[in-house]
């Protein structure tokens, strides 16, 4: 019962993160899980929407995207069928939780970034690359307005703590970790884990579509997130320091 | 530290759970957890959509929404804004991964079940609330289809288990069940629990957007939620006794 | 030639009219027509649209819809569609004129009201409902302003009069009023009177689209509006007492 | 209180009625009610919708619209707003309606007609000229069928009768007909009467959106619009005739 | 290997320049090559969009639309689908560009002017007479902003030159001149030329969707367009003087 | 007056065209005009859309679209508007016409082709080198075809000739090719030219807004823009031997 890429049960795929990828963007960073392949870019605008001004908070927000032929067979656009599908729009709000739980929106100021997450190529745990990418896209925006002096606070406090996400499963009830595409459609419990830096959760989302599970497989499949989420802070880390 | 009406900790607000609500559906359940009110439908066609024709295997599908007062200030219709928003999105597809848990599509044969869970007054809870409604709605449908032998399976092997679900959260340090809607905007923590009769997860969604949570603190809301979902299974099961 | 329910052709349904039904609103009635129920709730909001500030007067406007299942076979929702109806838009500006005839938009101020009519579950009548439970929402909505001293007039002079509605028909020949969906489909002509509390008409919508009517039938039809709108307007007269 | 073109409370505008004013259409008339002017077509096609294919009966449908600068002020194109408005989809189903009382379906096969009504310049009555001009346009369409032997039933029985409209309205008290912009405005009293040629009434919509009316103002308003309509059933006769 | 209407290949159809054709917009002009028949309305606004504020300049934006049945056969509406079709976008957008060249938008000053044109009825080459009619619109209306003093530069210096367009195209290897809708349809290549009275051109669009061409074919059709808007500017010029 | 790069007026950018960027796609190509880095992708279904179906023909089409931050500045994602701007139409509609100029339909029998050109970073000359990318894409793609045997004619006949496409303007009176961003909003006019391998024109598109164009500045263009395309060419007939 060997993985479809020879991996271990615990084993996340190559982690690659390339920041600068894009020159436009305040930060933008290419995330590579494996063949997963997802463009993070944070847009940085001075002020705030309107319902927000004077407030003195910052604004976060996040928009998850697929190109039509990031997958095996081609889907039809969202700007071309008029509507946002609810695959979309569930991911875009996980990823914008997810990302305002690592920054202090205080510090932050009347200053708002869009995270925007575009999956150029989808083999499984697009949503949890993007987060993974998203918190370095963002952390490279937060110091580009530290580098102009816009930041209400010091910057060292706007970026609380950092978050990593990676998704775990049950397939023929073993527990593994990162799960590719093939998979992914395969797991009988599908479970998204995003964990700060320092190991706490800031969101857990399991699934049992075509099945249930008990606490004892839940508990298995947390240490298994846990554990990879740990590795990737890691790799955000030695991101952050090149 | 009371909660706002009462309650201890891990006590629920009343459930009451009304079938034949409405004369037309073939399932129908005004579900109330204290003040939030969510009328639940089951609505059966023969056929499946056509993609899944000559499957042998039924389609059961669900949509929530709110009406535009049911909460303290009034809400656009998302009718006249003329598209869906991603909270409503992301609870209908909730809703729908939750009841396909517990059904045996290959028994239930070429049917269809649309759930529409319609919130007539929020206070807390409405998500979880349409969960354990709608199960009740759906076991009155497959029930009707079976009195006109219209299941492919046996009518006992359709319902393969129950669910109910209930939010649970962290206030000031406390963990709380099924919270009100004045609990619910000040959690730290925030997690709906679906569970089937046995005990076991369908779904589990933790989010720590005002702050974080450690391992410790899931362990206990999961706990309380299992307990909730207990409870509640007990008063579904009473309500179909009747 | 009975009725389906066995009513005198000049008869009304039994009409209950249930104030303060949500908690949310300032104003909220089930009206109810027999089987017709419809929950009529009057959302009142400091100042009004843009285009009509500094003007002085206040903004009443309505918006009807049914739920799904409502009705016999279930509807797709307007909301996942993404467009109103003709149907839907038809009837929310028959209410909302209807409900603008019965108040000073000068004595309300500068401050809007929202009726939202919504179908909890149609048996025919379901327009004429809307009207005669919206204006008694919209009574406690003016009153709830009045003990906030928010009005620009006197309290007794915002509402300028009451208004009711009913359908009435021919059905082989016979007219027939406040019409049920058996009724209703089989009409030769179909009218929707509204009229006010003092027995003047605020709209008359007659139909004959499948056949015509003569001016005899026409007189026949209205008198028998008339005398139903009387009779609901005692209804809201009661109900307001209560 | 003269008229503001000096004519008799109880005198038409000038009408024309030029058939076959645009070369694609089966029928097409340019009707002009004074200033009023509105292009009716009749397009057919063989066949009818799918849903009611099979039962042998014809299908008649209408779609009214303005050019954005019809009007005093421009309106927004509702094909850039990417909605219909309440008002457009209230007089298309008005037309709808009033056309299809004059034909027989079954006599006319299963082919559909639209009849298109654009108004290309407004001036009070646009609705009443759309209806009276898609009557010519939709007679003609019927004699293109009957010239390709098209039509299931005998040509002679398709027309069942005639339709023309008309709108009447109480300025300052006074019972008038056929009111241009200006008058429109200014009416506390609004209504539009559909007659067919022989006297009997179609549709008869009236509205007191600035006031309420009394029986006797119906009648005097009744009177007039079926007076109009009369007149309006002898120009569609002279036109058809021509 | 004759034209369709028997017209020598460098010849244009009739052109007729009716003006004032409608009473409300500030410049109206039926517009017909042939049986095309393009309504094209100016229609004046003070100030200019948001964006645009304070910037000195004015705005001129043009749409253009067909009716339903201007073809042969019957199209659906955009407001009804929704949605604005390629071919609508891009029409509108040369048009836009086209006139824009012509007008000193700092000479307008802060006033915006839309440009709508509405095909009445088809037969090839309404994207050109659009132009052409809107050109003779634009110059009524800004005759109209100089009567009521509203220019910010003086009268003569706001239309900086005229602009014509026409269509040419390869048929059977022949270059021709305004194409009619049976030679649209069998053109090799189909081109749109725009000059101004001046003979420069303004905008150039060749497309050779069933083939290819030569830059020798593209020279000849460019030398037939430019003669052919020399035709056309006089036209112009003669309506305008008129 | 040296071009922002330090290019000559008749140089292009540095052009790569990299072949199977992608895993999933049937053709995948990521093209690079400079900084302008467009990812084409050509997804096959067999079959073509129903109104084409029994023709022998197949289908080939485009979709042009710009991730959010690919611009100095970001714009809001069309899903999220829920609508297609213009600009995105008239460009998806070029690169359609443009691509199926290349392909003989016949040989290619009923399969249908998705071009898919989403621009991941634009400086300038978008559209043209999706052209360019999106050859490269076809070629592979129906290579694809032609392995799987799929074609109706033989693979060497469906492939026509290639096209390839360029930006040319004017600047300060000097005509340059393949514009970059900062060129391209101070050009006095911009031509796009689209070349089959041969130098025959299949699309030229030439406009002035902020200005007019003589006939000798026109030629000028078109020789520069034919020169860069053969350069093209060259680049693709590298890439597709490599």
């Known amino acids: 019962m060997a993985r479809p890429d020879g991996r271990q049960p615990d084993q996340l795929r190559a982690v690659t ?16 899980f494996g063949a997963t392949r997802v463009l993070c870019t944070a847009s940085v605008t001075e002020g705030v929407p309107r319902w927000r001004k004077g407030s003195g908070l910052g604004w976060v927000t ?6 039509p032929r990031a997958t095996t067979t081609r889907s039809d ?19 914008g939780r997810s990302l305002r739980a690592c920054i202090d929106l205080k510090a932050l100021g009347e200053n708002s970034v869009v995270l925007d ?5 989808a083999d499984g745990g697009t949503r949890t690359a993007a987060i993974t990418g998203a918190y370095v896209a963002l952390h490279d925006a937060v110091s580009w307005l ?3 002096k816009a930041l209400a606070g010091k910057p060292a406090s706007v970026m609380r703590r950092s978050v990593a996400a990676v998704s775990v499963g049950m397939i023929d009830g073993e527990p593994r970790l990162d799960l590719c ?3 992914d459609v395969n797991a009988e419990v599908d479970m998204n884990v995003v964990c700060t830096g320092d190991g706490d959760f800031v969101e857990v989302q399991g699934t049992g579509e075509s099945g249930v599970f008990a606490r004892q497989q839940l508990d298995a499949l947390l240490d298994l997130g846990v554990a990879g989420c740990a590795e990737l802070t890691e790799a955000q880390r030695k991101a952050l320091a090149a």
Chains 1, 2, 3, 4, 5, 6 share one sequence.
């Open 17 to 32: 993160l390339t920041r600068q990828w894009s020159m436009h963007p305040e930060g933008s960073v290419l995330v590579e």
């Open 62 to 67: 996040a928009e998850y995207s697929m190109l």
């Open 77 to 95: 656009r969202e700007s071309v069928k008029g509507r946002l599908g609810g695959r979309t729009h569930e991911i875009s709000r996980l990823i």
């Open 117 to 121: 997450c575009d999956v150029l190529q």
């Open 146 to 148: 530290a580098r102009r």
């Open 181 to 183: 595409y093939e998979e």
